[in-house]
């Protein structure tokens, strides 16, 4: 399998739930980040890792959590969110750490709904 | 800071009209510039990018030219199809460590 797979494609969550959003890359790519994509708003960078290292906290609420434990697999550990959390949840990839330069691997996203 | 604007939507064409989506930039130095596209239930794919001034991108008979005297980097299209019904979204890279600013994008309609 090629490209950037998350899973799952939809999660609906209530709010004391905890969930995990699992993305997963075969490109060989050194950098994965995970990005936030809500209605009428650009995209919001959330964290960033570089060879498993998180390179980029972007001001993140702690409900959220990430971990990387290899540069293949990358994951987003969720737990007492809250509504305005609800959006569509993107991974990318990059060649390294100049990679956006050459643009990003993104995958599908996974839709995300608190209620 | 760096920040991307792009034109409101939706923008409605008939197949086979011109297409302009229109993006300036404000960043420091000399960014890359990309436009991506995201179809109906997918995630962004990179469509076509330029790294200096006067480059075009082009893929898809898509073509966007970084102007840097009017910091703009407008996307094109001859002739659109059916197909092409998606969000487009601008966005550039001005170096800093790995930070993209992106667009709020713009949602293209074509209708038969």
């Known amino acids: 399998e090629t490209g950037v797979t998350q899973t799952p494609r939809h999660l609906v969550m209530g709010m004391t739930n905890k969930k995990s959003l699992k993305c997963e890359q075969h490109l060989g790519h050194n950098a994965m980040y995970w990005y936030k994509q809500s209605a009428k708003k650009p995209l919001e960078l959330m964290f960033v890792y570089s060879l498993e290292e998180r390179v980029e906290n972007n001001s993140v609420p702690s409900r959220f959590s990430p971990e990387c434990p290899n540069s293949s697999h990358l994951f987003l550990h969720l737990h007492t969110l809250q509504p305005e959390d609800s959006a569509l949840y993107l991974c990318?990839?990059?060649?390294?750490?100049?990679?956006?330069?050459?643009?990003?691997?993104f995958g599908s996203g996974t839709r995300l709904t608190v209620v | 800071g760096d920040s991307v604007t792009q034109m409101e939507g939706p923008v409605t064409l008939s197949e086979e009209a011109f297409l302009t989506i229109n993006c300036t930039y404000t960043a420091t130095g000399y960014p890359s510039l990309f436009w991506y596209v995201q179809y109906p239930g997918e995630g962004l794919q990179l469509l076509l990018k330029a790294t200096k001034a006067d480059d075009k991108g082009s893929n898809k008979g898509f073509e966007a030219t970084y102007r840097k005297e009017t910091t703009s980097f407008h996307l094109e299209k001859g002739s659109v199809q059916v197909s092409d019904s998606a969000v487009y979204f601008c966005?550039?890279?001005?170096?800093?460590?790995?930070?993209?600013?992106f667009g709020t994008g713009t949602k293209l309609q074509v209708i038969p």
């Open positions: 966005a550039l890279f001005s170096g800093g460590y790995q930070k993209v600013t």
């Open positions: 990318a990839s990059s060649q390294d750490v100049w990679g956006p330069f050459y643009g990003y691997t």
